[in-house]
């Protein structure tokens, strides 16, 4: 059993940059791909960016390649997302998940408001 918690979200200014982290319990973490999905009103989840179990492949939607990376922490069983760049159109509630398949994650967290202001 996994179980997920993020944190590291509010409200900023466009421009401005903001570093969410997901901590993961369970050992079983470790054997995951794990990967952020936001979702803003009125419309569907999306995948924002992945990374392997190991931490050595990652990838990102297009829409914030560049400006978003992703990073895990396996020894500290942790995540991070680092935003920079930021739009208005980021803002959303953003979810960690574990997974074998992206697809169909195993796992996710309660999720964390962004709120980019212009």
């Known amino acids: 059993q996994v179980q997920l918690v993020e944190s590291g979200g509010g409200v900023v200014l466009a421009g401005g940059s903001l570093r969410l982290s997901c901590a993961a319990s369970?050992?079983?973490?470790?054997?995951?791909?794990t990967g952020w999905f936001r979702q803003a009103p009125g419309k569907e989840r999306e995948f924002v960016a992945g990374?392997?179990?190991?931490?050595?492949?990652?990838d990102y939607a297009d829409s914030v390649k560049g400006r978003f990376t992703i990073a895990r922490d396996n020894a500290k069983n942790t995540v991070y997302l680092q935003m920079n760049s930021l739009k208005p159109e980021d803002t959303a509630v953003y979810y960690c998940a574990a997974y074998s398949s992206r697809s169909n994650p195993n796992y996710w967290g309660q999720g964390t408001q962004v709120t980019v202001s212009s």
């Open positions: 369970g050992r079983a973490f470790r054997n995951y791909a």
């Open positions: 990374i392997s179990a190991s931490g050595s492949l990652s």
